[in-house]
């Protein structure tokens, strides 16, 4: 792989905090090397800033290695930027060229709103799985493990779904805000597993209704969400979300 | 002081049954009096959470992330290791317990690590009924795969995400418990300082990382699950945040810091490519089990290694360990990269790496793939397309990973590997019960010192995680509490708090008021190299003492020229860091100072001065079969004290992977 360096325009959202208003504000950069992260380019800006007396740009990051989903840029009108299955810490500097500008905005969502430059609030999906994204078994409860075997497949699609990261590119991506990408993943994986049967129907109806509560918005099927998902999280498992949801609808009605 | 470790009577096997058959119980009615905090919720923060909220008792747990399904170990990859014998290969919890002594060379506690392989069966129990998803086979049963430094297969897995899926299962226990309002959860909100009242602790003051503001809790007791502190080195594969905050301050409110120079450095990372690096990442040590690790047999090599014929290879991890080959223990197998590298048989532009090879592996899964099909005249390039199917399936998210960070395609070239960073065995000091030297704050996984020894396993840390947290702590805090019972909530008016959140509230003023030239990351840049160049992979007597004074320096130049932007009383990332680097700085004398004392080579801790003729680790067990326990004396004076180690059953050896 060819190195080379780059001058860049950058154009990023700053914002005070949660109630004053933000803007975009540019920035050039020198000499940015295509080995670097893409979040490696925003410690050299940041480091460039303080040296210059100014204050930093405050975006959220920790893992730096795509699965903690701290991580949340929305770059050039992209969640997490042009590749695709990826998140912003994994996106390298190769994926731009010399003299490009770059813009990098916040999760735009009303559910999520802006604490400060590029760091949103994500409760929201904390409370969301508090609804219901668990299997009621206290510590000490469990049968032996190998008790209860499991078709390969339905483990093996349970997984997929668990593989969310929980980032919200999903909802940051969507035009309706909505959060179906994320609820259906958890409601499919325990839906898909025997241990998560009990509580199958109670589970997406809370699970729902936290969803609806939060201010998230309906799934109009653009399938945006599984394009920018960084785990490829499959939009079938929305499909699964709306039969299981239909289900138990029809199913504690009746009871 | 003298350090009782509190390990109970009686015969190994039969210690940690006898502890939960006499040890004293809370009734429900006076649990839901008692209060405990947790700090932390990676695997052994959240499992202690949610298994407490559960028995009863009012918990309030914190996290410096946006929500504790953040916390570091979701980042482990490789899988969690439990004596089931699922696989019929003569694997026992004593097994169990004899490899992980053995792996730790000998410097952990019996007793715990007993305890540890004893609960190994029940964690996976519990983590299949919360829904963890771990990989199966058509049968539908759990699949196992071996991990280095053992001989069976005992490793439990979720693809290459296992941690992410441990995680997630103890989190939603977390949540659950959050929901039914026995766990309070603060996100967003750092550790600053415990506070101790009548030599207790009772409660820490905690900042709201997004106003700013200090808040006081109370807490019967304080349970510190903040993960290692391998961040000291600056480079390694620990999160951005990851600090030894929380645990430093409990260490300077009178914990023992056991252990500090032991630290762990991951054989097969993803090398460093320039100045800009930030952090390093890991390629799970799974991929020793198919691939095989080599540099060119030339000096100096820079032909393409494809070019490179199979004779003119080193396959030097085999070479030299012919027993356990690619699968030695993870500190041999650092420094063997080390080796190489060092005598100039590196590749890549740095030099300062090894390859790990996929290429047999395709052709031979390749080769079982055709075979099931029954058609003798597969052709080569079809045997290497099938067996790149099943190289896929079974590591294709690491393999996506390297060529994202890298940009090149593992499948067809081999990986570049070098040493990282990744675990510290050190921690605060425990006894058998997870207390520290203070009472009522005790430390779980990575936190604390116990199981590990100078080296751990692979697939261990997650064990110890949730050990920790789902089936050792709800029993040794009741022990605790039942003598609380009579203790009513201290109210946070109380001097000690008030004290302890003007001391915060100084130091973060101090901090900002400097007003400096230099940015925080450039000095823990510079702590890292100091660190990394006589405190790593090799240490010697001279190095550490330059070290010591260099750290020394670098301490004085931070708090006279560091420069901290924006306010205090406002979301500041900067000055967040700025605390966490100047506690890594003070970990960073004593981790020297530790390494110095101990003059002998064990696990992950290489004096130089102590190797056999052949350059591997000797250990000193006349003189250091102890554990160090550092107390804090005040400012970069610190006194030792040492735990002596007895090995009743593992007699110690010196340990041999040929």
């Keep these: 792989m060819e190195h080379y360096h780059m001058n860049l325009t950058l154009k990023v959202w700053r914002q005070k905090n949660s109630r004053e208003q933000g803007k975009l504000e540019t920035y050039q950069l020198k000499g940015i090397s295509s080995e670097m992260s893409f979040l490696e380019m925003f410690d050299v800006l940041n480091e460039q800033l303080i040296v210059d007396g100014k204050e930093p740009i405050a975006f959220d990051h920790d893992c730096r290695e795509g699965i903690c989903g701290m991580c949340s840029m929305y770059i050039n009108g992209q969640a997490h930027g042009p590749w695709q299955q990826n998140t912003t810490c994994q996106l390298h500097m190769r994926a731009f060229k010399d003299g490009d500008t770059i813009t990098v905005e916040p999760w735009r969502s009303k559910a999520f709103p802006v604490l400060k430059d590029l760091v949103v609030n994500r409760s929201a999906f904390d409370r969301i799985i508090q609804a219901g994204g668990f299997i009621s078994v206290n510590t000490g409860n469990a049968v032996d493990a190998n008790a209860i075997a499991i078709d390969k497949k339905d483990a093996d699609d349970a997984f997929m779904a668990a593989a969310c990261i929980g980032c919200g590119a999903c909802v940051a991506t969507c035009k309706n805000g909505s959060a179906m990408l994320f609820v259906g993943a958890k409601v499919s994986q325990l839906a898909l597993l025997p241990q998560g049967g009990p509580e199958r129907e109670s589970r997406v109806l809370n699970m729902v209704a936290q969803m609806d509560k939060e201010g998230f918005g309906n799934c109009t099927n653009t399938y945006a969400c599984e394009a920018e998902c960084p785990k490829g999280i499959s939009v079938s498992n929305i499909a699964r979300l709306n039969s299981e949801y239909l289900k138990a609808g029809l199913s504690t009605e009746s009871k | ?658």
């Design chain 2, 1 to 658: 002081m003298a350090l009782d470790s509190k390990i109970p009577h009686g015969e190994m096997d039969k210690k940690w049954t006898d502890y939960k058959g006499h040890v004293k119980l809370v009734n429900p009615a006076n649990k839901r009096k008692l209060e405990v905090i947790v700090v932390g919720t990676g695997l052994a923060g959240a499992s202690a959470a949610a298994s407490l909220g559960e028995m009863g008792y009012k918990v309030k747990a914190f996290c410096f992330q946006d929500s504790p399904r953040r916390a570091h170990s979701i980042a482990a990859q490789g899988g969690i290791n439990a004596a089931k014998n699922y696989q019929n290969d003569g694997d026992s919890v004593f097994r169990l317990f004899y490899d992980t002594v053995k792996g730790g060379d000998y410097r952990s506690r019996e007793a715990n690590v007993h305890r540890l392989a004893e609960v190994s069966t029940s964690i996976i129990d519990q983590c299949v009924a919360q829904g963890v998803p771990f990989a199966r086979e058509y049968g539908g049963l759990l699949s196992n795969r071996s991990f280095g430094g053992t001989q069976v297969q005992r490793t439990f897995y979720a693809a290459g995400q296992t941690g992410q899926q441990l995680l997630l299962g103890a989190y939603s226990a977390l949540e659950r418990q959050v929901a039914l309002g026995n766990v309070k959860m603060y996100t967003r909100h750092e550790m600053l300082d415990v506070v101790k009242i009548d030599d207790k602790a009772r409660g820490i003051i905690a900042k709201d990382l997004i106003s700013g503001e200090l808040e006081s809790h109370f807490g019967h007791a304080v349970l510190l699950c903040s993960g290692g502190y391998g961040n000291v080195f600056y480079l390694s594969t620990n999160a951005m945040g990851s600090n030894v905050t929380a645990a430093w301050k409990a260490h300077k409110r009178g914990a023992f810091f056991g252990n500090p120079c032991f630290t762990q450095i991951h054989p097969t990372c993803i090398p460093v490519s320039g100045d800009h690096q930030s952090k390093l990442t890991l390629m799970s040590e799974s991929l020793r089990n198919d691939g095989r690790i080599w540099v060119p047999l030339k000096k100096e090599d820079s032909r393409n290694p494809k070019d490179i014929p199979e004779n003119e290879r080193d396959y030097y991890l085999e070479r030299r360990y012919p027993a356990f080959g690619n699968l030695v223990p993870r500190d041999v197998a650092s420094r063997a990269a080390k080796e190489r590298c060092d005598e100039g048989y590196g590749v890549g532009t740095t030099k300062m790496a090894v390859y790990l090879d996929y290429k047999d592996a395709i052709v031979r899964f390749g080769k079982i793939e055709a075979g099931k099909s029954g058609n003798d005249n597969v052709s080569h390039e079809e045997i290497v397309a099938l067996g790149k199917k099943v190289v896929e399936e079974k590591y294709g998210n690491l393999f996506k990973m390297y060529e994202k960070i890298t940009g090149e395609n593992p499948y067809e070239t081999p990986m570049r590997i070098y040493p990282a960073v990744h675990y510290t065995m050190g921690g605060l000091w425990v006894d058998y019960e997870l207390q520290t030297t203070v009472k009522g704050l005790y430390a779980l996984g990575e936190a604390n010192f116990s199981d590990h020894g100078a080296n751990r396993l692979g697939a261990s840390a997650l064990m110890q995680g949730l050990a920790d947290g789902y089936f050792v702590i709800p029993y040794t805090l009741g022990n605790y509490l039942a003598d609380e019972i009579h203790t009513n909530s201290i109210s946070t008016d109380h001097p000690a708090f008030a004290e302890a959140q003007k001391a915060v509230s100084d130091r973060l003023n101090t901090l900002i008021n400097i007003k400096g030239k230099q940015t925080v990351e450039s000095f823990h840049k510079r702590l890292g190299k100091i660190i990394w160049d006589k405190c790593g992979m090799a240490r010697s007597e001279k190095g550490l003492n330059q070290a010591i004074e260099e750290v020394r320096a670098l301490k004085k130049e931070f708090w006279s020229d560091v420069r901290i932007p924006g306010e205090i009383n406002s979301f500041n990332l900067e000055l967040d860091k700025a605390g966490r680097v100047a506690d890594l700085i003070e970990l960073g004398e004593l981790m020297c100072l530790d390494a110095l004392d101990r003059n002998e080579s064990c696990g992950g801790h290489f004096r130089e001065e102590s190797q056999t003729e052949d350059g591997e680790a000797k250990r000193d067990d006349e003189n250091y079969a102890y554990v160090a326990a550092w107390e804090n004396k005040g400012d970069s004076n610190w006194e030792l004290h040492k735990e002596e180690l007895s090995f009743d059953i593992v007699k110690p050896t010196q340990r041999s992977y040929k």
